[in-house]
Each structure stands twice: as structure tokens, then as C-alpha cells.
């Protein structure tokens, strides 16, 4: 499994957190930015870790902003993408098993990075269920068309 991660800048301590998790993980993923505190926008980091999923160039994707919101609404805005806001386990593992979310959106000033490392470890660890549920997402994913 390969994975993308971007944050802004009111996310990126907690990505610095979720990288250490992804690393004691053995996950291999790319690093998209930001790298600082200082204001940035985040559909500049949003689309990168999208594109990269949606092409297939790595399996899924985490986004960090302050609350997730700004993240997980540009990076839904891509053909292919089921990016969920998730800020609890429970949801993580919802989403993974019945969403098929191939994107992880979390916010720094709601999660703390504790919290952050076992939603991150559920999310990447429960799959899809398929089944009943691949119809519903069959037809989440054919709203794109129209």
C-alpha cells in the first residue's frame, strides 16, 4: 500500500504526527506539503494527494487542515473520490467498510495526534465489506456522470 499526505498550516503538526504512525506502520507514502505554520491555502494541497488517488498513482490518501472541512470538500470535488471527514474510530472504520473512502480527512484543532494515530491505524487497516454496500457506493460514485 502507498499512501499520499498534504496538510496546510493549520494541519501540519498534526501530519507530522500521523507521519511518525504511518512510518511505525511500514507505510510507504508521499509527502505532498506543507511543510510549515505559515498560511497557505488548502485546496493547493488537497488536489495533489486527490490526483494521486484518483489516478491510481497511490492507493488512498490523508488530509489535515484545522478541521478537516476545507480538505475533505476540495478534495471531493475530484471524479473518483470518496474522501470522509472523519474525528473518532468508530467512523474510521465506517467508513473504510461501507464507504470505500479512499481518503482520510481529520482537523489538528479537533483531533489530537493520540486520537489521530488510532483513527489513521483503523482506517488503514479495515476494508471495504463489498457486498450490500457496493451498490450504494456504485451509485454514490455514479452521481459524477450527471
Do not use: Q
Not at 62 to 91: E, P, Q, W, Y
Request: net charge negative.
Amino acid at each position: 500500500m502507498k499512501l499520499a499526505i498534504g496538510s496546510d498550516h493549520a494541519g501540519y503538526k498534526l501530519k507530522v504526527e500521523v507521519v511518525k504512525v504511518l512510518e511505525d506502520m511500514n507505510i510507504d507514502f508521499e509527502d505532498v506539503g506543507c511543510d510549515c505554520t505559515d498560511s497557505v491555502d488548502y485546496p493547493d494541497y488537497a488536489l495533489p494527494v486527490a490526483e494521486k488517488v484518483a489516478s491510481g498513482e497511490v492507493d488512498k490518501g490523508i488530509l489535515i487542515c484545522g478541521t478537516g472541512i476545507g480538505m475533505s470538500i476540495s478534495a471531493n470535488k475530484m471524479n473518483g473520490i470518496r474522501c470522509a471527514l472523519v474525528h473518532d474510530v468508530f467512523s474510521a472504520k465506517a467508513t473504510r467498510a461501507h464507504n470505500d473512502s479512499n481518503i482520510l480527512a481529520m482537523g489538528e484543532r479537533i483531533v489530537g495526534p493520540g486520537l489521530a494515530g488510532e483513527i489513521v491505524k483503523a482506517w488503514i487497516e479495515t476494508d471495504f465489506e463489498g457486498g450490500r454496500h457496493s451498490k450504494r457506493v456504485d451509485k454514490m460514485m455514479a452521481i459524477e456522470e450527471k
